[in-house]
């Protein structure tokens, strides 16, 4: 498993370019991320790859085919120095896991990787990197596997309750 | 206790003292859904077991994306769309009324103090009518669907406070563009930007409206402009709602106080890949253009069209070798122009004029750009490959930029013109 490291304000333009919007299918997106900034991604990207960011990952627009075609390609979890907000809440819904690093930068492309989210680091290169854990009300919908999951058995929710 | 807009807005929908960084399951006043993002939220509300939607009065539905129909995918997501809206009582705008963040404005469905959401990143615009609006993604749409409510990080915000008086063809779009650069594009991540001001408050809805939209380029959860008579005006004229007052105290627990004053703000250009990316127009002056966009939700409104026919004045024609596209934001504002002269001059001088649409801001549809073309674009963002091949390259600037820069056929500074 290995690293596909980006620069600082990769947008969510890039992970899927504006004429593949009307694909829904995460596998059939894959087949087009980072088309045309970085082609050798669809081709070469394999389960448990890990795609590492620098700041304000995944700004830009809302589309939440990003991180849908990321999990198609078999990413997990993408780790940044930081996330643009709704691509992180995006992320959460959907079942990819962001993981903030603040040293993303010591991170190479192509690097062996491995996630220990218990254990709150990662992996790269032999060197331990620990990753903040995602907070509060948005950990419960990561432990439930995404937002529809948590969401299929509420009946309603308390509203202006706190988390 | 004294507290910033943002927290005014949810500590009133919430009916009790709400401080920023609290995390509230916060009730919905509003969810716009389109073409592109919304086909996804109707599926994921299936999904989670939704049958009938919350409140389908309170759902707004349009497209504009991808219309007139451009493939049979966005053919088959315009049928599906509308068969839901027909199932669940939804009132759909379809293809007919324009862009989504106009269409929601124009027709009264944002408010002073209400919490909108809606999943396209520039629905922060209805700040401009003092709503607290954010862009979402569909799987919380979906959820927004079912329950018509959402967790809400109630953010920090950081007042902008903007005086002096802008010189001639100086305008929003560079106000916005230079708070842009000089903010950053993850500036304010997670933040509101609160608007105030002289100039601000000079400013009328169209101008305000380009400001507002363009929070999110520098990671803004909201871009809100203090209610004002001007706003009020815009808002009762749409909808039966009585006036009342929303300000951020004086020494409301602010992030950071900018204070920026426009009197000596020339034409702002942002340059490629990058929307902090900015310049004075001086920088770039004489790059060549291949085309030149003047409309979006940021900047198609009929204001910004008659800012750009004041430039275009009585010249003939276009430069040679200059593809020009001009998109009205809305069927309203397009009648406006058409009436006001203004659709007659463009297509004189060489303009193609199209229909109510997002257009080439989306990079899907059309006017798409070839390896190598540059495009000067009244739009909001000139990311890499954001308006056709990775190639391209996308400048960003105001309508009179933009119709300076078409007489000429470079960029070009509008008050030389």
Same mark, same amino acid.
């Given at each position: 498993m290995r690293v596909w490291k980006f620069g600082d304000d990769i947008d969510t333009d890039a992970i899927i370019p504006g004429r593949f919007l009307t694909i829904y299918d995460p596998a059939e997106l894959a087949k087009h991320a980072f088309e045309g900034t970085r082609d050798e991604f669809a081709k070469g990207a394999r389960e448990g790859d890990v795609v590492v960011g620098g700041t304000n990952f995944g700004c830009g627009s809302s589309r939440e085919h990003a991180p849908l075609a990321l999990l198609g390609a078999g990413i997990g979890v993408v780790v940044a120095k930081s996330f643009a907000r709704i691509f992180y809440r995006n992320a959460v819904n959907t079942g990819l896991l962001p993981l903030v690093c603040? *040293? #993303?930068?010591?991170?190479?492309? +192509?690097? #062996? &990787?491995? &996630?220990?989210?218990?254990? @709150?680091?990662?992996?790269?290169? @032999?060197?331990?990197?620990? !990753?903040?854990? !995602?907070?509060?009300? /948005?950990?419960?919908? !990561?432990? #439930? +596997?995404? /937002? &529809?999951?948590?969401?299929?058995? /509420?009946?309603? &929710? *308390?509203?202006?309750?706190t988390e | 206790m004294s507290a910033t807009i943002a927290e005014k807005i949810f500590s009133q929908r919430c009916g009790r003292t709400v401080r920023a960084g609290e995390?509230?399951? =916060?009730?919905?006043? =509003? =969810?716009?859904?389109?073409?592109?993002?919304?086909?996804? =939220?109707?599926?994921?509300?299936?999904?989670?077991?939704?049958?009938r939607v919350y409140d389908p009065e309170r759902i707004i539905m349009l497209f504009d994306h991808q219309v007139p129909a451009d493939s049979i995918p966005a053919a088959e997501n315009h049928v599906f769309m509308r068969q839901f809206a027909d199932e669940q009582g939804i009132h759909n705008y379809d293809l007919l009324e324009g862009v989504c963040h106009q269409v929601v404005m124009e027709k009264g469905r944002a408010a002073p103090g209400e919490i909108i959401v809606g999943t396209d990143s520039h629905t922060c615009t209805y700040g401009a009518a003092g709503a607290f609006a954010t862009g979402i993604g569909s799987t919380d749409m979906g959820f927004v669907l079912k329950f018509g409510a959402l967790y809400f990080r109630v953010p920090e915000s950081i007042l902008v406070e903007v005086d002096g008086k802008f010189g001639r063809r100086v305008g929003a779009k560079d106000l916005i563009l230079s708070l842009a650069g000089d903010i950053g594009a993850d500036g304010a991540t997670y933040m509101a930007l609160e608007f105030t001001g002289r100039a601000l408050h000079e400013m009328n809805m169209a101008g305000r409206m380009t400001c507002a939209n363009m929070a999110i380029e520098m990671g803004a959860k909201a871009g809100i402009v203090r209610p004002d008579a001007a706003t009020w005006e815009y808002v009762t004229a749409r909808r039966d709602i009585e006036p009342f007052d929303l300000a951020g105290d004086a020494d409301a627990g602010y992030r950071e106080r900018r204070h920026y004053d426009v009197t000596d703000l020339a034409p702002q250009v942002a340059v490629p890949h990058n929307v902090d990316n900015v310049v004075d127009v001086g920088d770039v002056a004489g790059t060549k253009v291949d085309q030149v966009f003047i409309g979006s939700c940021t900047n198609g409104r009929y204001e910004d069209l008659a800012e750009a026919a004041e430039v275009l004045g009585t010249a003939d024609a276009f430069a040679d070798g200059v593809r020009v596209i001009v998109i009205p934001a809305s069927r309203t504002e397009y009648l406006k122009a058409l009436r006001g002269g203004l659709i007659e001059r463009f297509v004189e001088a060489g303009a193609l004029v199209e229909a109510p649409c997002c257009g080439p801001c989306m990079g899907g549809a059309f006017g798409l750009l070839a390896p190598g073309e540059v495009s000067l674009s009244t739009s909001n963002r000139n990311f890499r490959g954001r308006q056709g091949s990775t190639q391209a390259l996308v400048y960003l600037a105001s309508p009179a930029t933009a119709a300076a820069s078409a007489l000429y056929g470079e960029i070009t500074d509008p008050r030389e013109v």
């Open positions: 603040p *040293e #993303a930068d010591s991170i190479r492309d +192509g690097d #062996a &990787v491995s &996630v220990d989210i218990s254990g @709150g680091y990662i992996e790269a290169n @032999g060197k331990r990197l620990a !990753v903040e854990p !995602v907070p509060g009300f /948005l950990k419960r919908i !990561v432990d #439930a +596997g995404g /937002l &529809v999951a948590y969401a299929k058995n /509420l009946d309603e &929710v *308390e509203t202006c309750s | 995390v509230v399951m =916060a009730p919905v006043d =509003a =969810a716009m859904i389109h073409d592109i993002t919304g086909p996804l =939220a109707v599926r994921v509300f299936g999904e989670m077991g939704g049958e």
